[in-house]
């Protein structure tokens, strides 16, 4: 017996392509629903029976009427999972000592605000199709808490400064979506992973040996997550067993914010 029954549910993916997404996508199909990674690029790994749709976060002024026509073609949305993570050219040089006004602005308008944006519009979709679906954002650990300093003594990685803003605001909206959409049967939670195993945001080279010791030297299962360890929390919220749970941010941080 299946019990995260996701049998012929509309799924779309934002971000489907990525290293957390693939499998989330992976899963969702495993467990019967129809899934619909929408993404720049095509994942070569995922299931073959995942229909990819072209969707460019960048490109705000199409974004609501791409999505509409999507509907339109594949159907209204049982749930919608945005685990993108859209960044500027200069994300990388976020840190405190140098960031530019610009930098944060163009992060916080590509990040937050088209979380926010992507949810409404999902959320409406619902709404007027009287679907009692499934909003799941993700957010981070540092949403919650501020980013540690010490973890980046001895790499070449720093602290970012827009990081927690935007990861705490998508929090913040998404009590607010639970508050606004709660009436109409739709559900709206956030997912908030802690450090995962893998290349660094915007750079095809793993995490250092030295950043990846400081991390789990701090955090109580003494290791980072795997990606594959995220995505049942989302066929979780995806799925009917959670029918009375909204306006949450669930940690899966291994114990971070714990201590």
């Known amino acids: ?19 957390i997404g693939k499998d989330i996508c992976n899963l969702m199909k495993n467990l019967g629903a129809n899934v619909f990674n929408l993404d720049v690029k ?32 594949y159907g209204a949305p049982d749930c919608m999972v945005n685990c993108s993570y859209p960044a500027s050219k200069s994300w990388h040089k976020s840190d405190f000592a140098s960031v530019k006004k610009k930098t944060i602005n163009e992060n916080i308008n590509l990040h937050l605000n088209s979380y926010i944006w992507i949810a409404r519009v999902f959320a409406e979709e619902m709404k007027k199709q009287k679907i009692k679906g499934s909003i799941i954002q993700f957010s981070s650990h540092y949403g919650v808490i501020g ?66 010791k400081n991390y789990c030297d701090r955090t109580p299962l003494n290791r980072l997550a795997n990606s594959k360890e995220i995505s049942p929390a989302v066929a979780f919220f995806a799925s009917d067993l959670s029918s009375y749970i909204t306006g949450v941010h669930l940690m899966i941080d291994g114990g971070w914010t714990a201590t």
């Open 1 to 19: 017996m299946n019990i995260f029954n996701l049998e012929n549910k509309k799924i779309y993916v934002v971000g489907g392509s990525g290293l």
């Open 42 to 73: 095509k994942n070569t790994k995922s299931n073959s029976n995942i229909k990819f749709l072209n969707f460019d976060i960048s490109k705000e002024k199409f974004l609501e009427k791409k999505l509409k026509s999507y509907f339109k073609i």
């Open 147 to 212: 980013q540690n300093s010490k973890l980046y003594k001895g790499t070449k990685m720093r602290e970012n400064m827009i990081y927690s803003a935007i990861k705490g605001g998508i929090i913040s909206n998404v009590k607010q979506m639970c508050a606004h959409y709660g009436r109409y049967g739709i559900r709206v939670n956030a997912i908030c992973p802690g450090g995962i195993l893998g290349h660094i945001k915007g750079k095809k080279i793993p995490q250092s040996k030295k950043f990846i």
